[in-house]
């Protein structure tokens, strides 16, 4: 019988083995990401025209059009992973990807946690409703439900200044979104862009409240400390500023969107210079 | 209207997406199963043991597996794991780890049961009639254990398959989350979450239906065989 | 390990488990009463009623929790059934139990012996009579643990709830988590809770059982 429990000894020695040969032990630099030919990026999946999977499963928008150039500019392969709002510092701090470029919003917090290059995009809130029940003002929303994406500045903001806003907190975008087409909620907030872009496209809605808090910008996050890679991203940015890269960005992802009549400029942050 | 919105299944490559998303939930099913029946093995036998200490863990092993709900284990090998010990493990890992864990504990349990209720003259009878250890356990034993698990096992096995919808939560793509993305492209077609919702329950079912059915066939066969344990 | 960020947010927690609770038991109630009704109209073979429970049955235990509730929640709206969070929640709930409570029950009810209800029939007693007083009393000493470990086993399936956006003690954990909070005290807490809520049950269920040991009469093996 002796034999049985060396037999299960060794059964749970091998997986220990395995999970901590299959975990990261820290962030990968720039050398070694270069070494392994491919670098991880965080990218959402269902927030459109800024990262989502399009019908033949290829992942398109604003942040994955930066993603496969920064892949490229590196010489290496680009391995995406689908990310939700509330994950995204989880997956910085325990190393499951190098790069979040999820549409993260610098804000102090969360530059505690992880590091944030530079700036790409404008953003601040704004919080989209129905055409019959438009909501204008923000003291409008006080006693009724608000719709919000977990972990996004959203629910933060309201949390901290408005919390007599009853939130709604669903854990992804297309949650959210059904939960404002089915009525659980009066409005949805999340950042402007994001709105702007979803209530053009479904008639109905329309965003009462253009912008909400401070003007923030939108950045890439890699680990913290991770210093090699932040300063590459740094340089890149910086040099995709000199052939306007995020107007082409801009006009291949996010200007069939807007409109014709939409400015870049209201969004677009170039060279890292706001 | 609802012709409009199941056209949205066959848009694309949108049904094999739901089908490779099917793919990896299966994947972890069929590893944490193939865990779980040999650790569970281990597991059934150690319970047996007269030794206090060795029943002790089994036994806290298996509370702890009850009386947690699968996502807070879930959620502490994958996101506390990495927070106490340094350990990142990635989704499908966390997954196979925590349900394998469960999977076992049941098992052995399981199959602690079955052999328990083999009665006890049985291996009286062959030991009077000269037959080893050894033999008792291979030709008296095992295919009464078998016989009497196996409906039970499978069982555990539908179960093991419908957990794993819960790894979505860890962000693992699978079938649900691959439906999400799908439903994400066409808010505007009005009932394309309901078809995509529905399939996906769909799938769910004509998987797991087919080996429920065989687990009850089997119980009702080895119900009458001999072996039942009728003197 | 921050005790003081542990201290802040016990009443979070205490709010969260109470929802679990509620929507727990009145999952629980109604999965008792339709599970009861289902497992009477396949053993009395009810025409009809017989084949619905059986395809009910079936339909339920073979489909996830998480699934049914994405489909009630976000799918049957769009087709003009919307139903309030709370009511998909009780609703997912009493599908996905009363399937497994139907089956408890049969168990139970198999065990008694045939010839108890002959008996009961040759008495002069109504069907409702001879369910009340001599069949479930019997059927109920075997069916109870299987039916505690439903109880148990919803009760932990209520995890599941944050897909509702219902502020349960999961989800009350998970928002913590993500709005930076400390990881360890969260999932700490979270495990005592679920602990402290699943204890009572599970002696709840070592008691009863004891108690109802001997209502078996000679249908139970003499172990």
């Known amino acids: 019988m002796k034999r049985w429990i060396r037999g299960i000894a060794l059964a749970l020695a091998l997986v220990l083995v395995l999970a901590s040969a299959a975990a990261a032990e820290g962030f990968r630099t720039l050398d070694e990401i270069r070494e392994s030919g491919k670098i991880t990026i965080g990218l959402f999946h269902d927030k459109k025209p800024f990262g989502y999977v399009d ?88 006693g009724k439900k608000l719709i919000v994406s977990k972990g996004t500045t ?121 | 209207m ?144 078998a016989r009497r698990l196996l409906p039970q096992a499978i069982n555990l096995s539908t179960r093991i398959i419908k957990t794993t919808a819960l790894v979505k939560m860890i962000n693992v793509t699978e079938v649900l989350k691959v439906g999400q993305q799908i439903i994400g492209q066409y808010y505007r077609e009005p009932a394309a979450a309901f078809w995509v919702y529905a399939a996906v329950f769909l799938l769910y079912f004509l998987i797991c239906w087919p080996i429920s059915l065989l687990a009850g066939w089997l119980e009702k066969r080895y119900q009458d065989g001999p072996a039942a344990g009728a003197a | 390990m921050d005790w003081s960020f542990i201290a802040a947010h016990v009443p979070d927690y205490l709010a969260g488990a109470w929802v679990t609770l509620r929507f727990g038991l009145y999952g629980v109630g109604c999965s008792l009463g339709v599970g009861l009704l289902c497992c009477l109209a396949r053993y009395f073979r009810v025409p009809v009623l017989r084949g619905l429970a059986h395809g009910y049955i079936e339909l339920a235990r073979n489909t996830p929790l998480m699934v049914q509730l994405f489909f009630l ?57 001879n369910i009340r007083y001599v069949l479930l009393p019997q059927a109920l000493a075997t069916a109870v643990p299987a039916l505690f470990a439903n109880v148990f086993f919803l009760i932990k399936e209520t995890s599941m709830f944050s897909v509702l956006a219902l502020m349960d003690l999961m989800n009350v954990a998970d928002t913590l988590r993500t709005s930076g909070g400390r990881t360890v005290e969260v999932l700490f807490l979270l495990a005592a809770a679920y602990l402290a809520l699943l204890l009572p049950v599970s002696l709840a269920a070592t008691f009863t059982e004891r108690r109802l040991r001997y209502a078996g009469f000679g249908n139970q093996r003499s172990v």
């Open chain 1, 55 to 142: 019908e033949y499963g290829e992942y398109q928008g604003y942040d994955v059009y930066l993603a496969r150039r920064l892949a490229q500019d590196l010489g290496v392969e680009l391995e995406i992973v689908a990310v939700d709002a509330p994950n995204r510092i989880e997956f910085l701090q325990s190393f499951k990807t190098d790069v979040i470029l999820a549409n993260f919003t610098y804000t102090a917090e969360r530059a505690e946690q992880v590091d944030f290059a530079l700036p790409y995009m404008k953003v601040a809130l704004g919080v989209v409703s129905p055409d019959g029940a438009l909501i204008t003002d923000v003291e409008q929303l006080k």
């Open chain 2, 2 to 145: 609802p012709d409009l919105g199941i056209s949205v299944l066959f848009r694309g490559i949108n049904f094999q997406r739901l089908l490779l998303g099917l793919w990896v939930t299966l994947r972890i099913a069929l590893i944490t199963i193939g865990v779980s029946l040999v650790l569970g093995l281990l597991f059934g036998l150690l319970m047996l043991r007269k030794n206090r200490l060795s029943r002790g863990f089994c036994r806290l092993w298996l509370e702890i597996v009850r009386f947690m709900p699968q996502l807070v284990l879930l959620y502490l090998v994958y996101f506390g794991f990495a927070r106490l010990f340094g350990w990142n493990l990635d989704g499908e890992l966390s997954a196979v780890l925590v349900f394998s864990f469960w999977g076992t504990a049941e098992m052995g349990d399981l199959f602690r049961g079955a052999l328990t209720s083999i009665p006890k003259h049985q291996r009286e009878s062959a030991a009077a009639l000269g037959l080893t250890r050894a033999q008792i356990n291979r030709y008296i034993l095992l295919p009464q254990t």
């Open chain 3, 73 to 129: 929640y976000a799918g049957l709206p769009r087709v003009g059934i919307r139903l309030s969070a709370e009511a998909c929640a009780v609703i997912g709930l009493t599908f996905l139990g009363g399937a497994y409570m139907a089956e408890a029950f049969r168990s139970g009810l198999e065990s008694v012996d045939r010839a108890q209800r002959e008996a009961g029939e040759c008495l002069g007693l109504t069907r409702a009579q």
């Open chain 1, 154 to 274: 959203a629910e933060t903001f309201f949390e901290q200044n408005y919390p007599e806003v009853q939130l709604v907190r669903y854990d992804s975008y297309t949650d959210a979104y059904l939960g404002l087409l089915d009525g659980r909620g009066d409005g949805l907030s999340t950042d402007n862009t994001e709105v702007l872009a979803w209530a053009i496209e479904n008639p109905g809605f329309s965003v009462g409240i253009e912008s909400l808090g401070s003007l923030d910008t939108i950045n890439p996050a890699v680990s913290k400390g991770n210093e090699t890679l932040l300063a590459w991203i740094n340089e890149e940015i910086r040099k995709l500023g000199e052939e306007n890269f995020f107007h082409a960005d801009y006009e291949a992802t996010l200007r069939e969107t807007y409109g014709e009549n939409a400015d870049a400029d209201a969004l677009v942050v170039e060279g890292g210079v706001i």
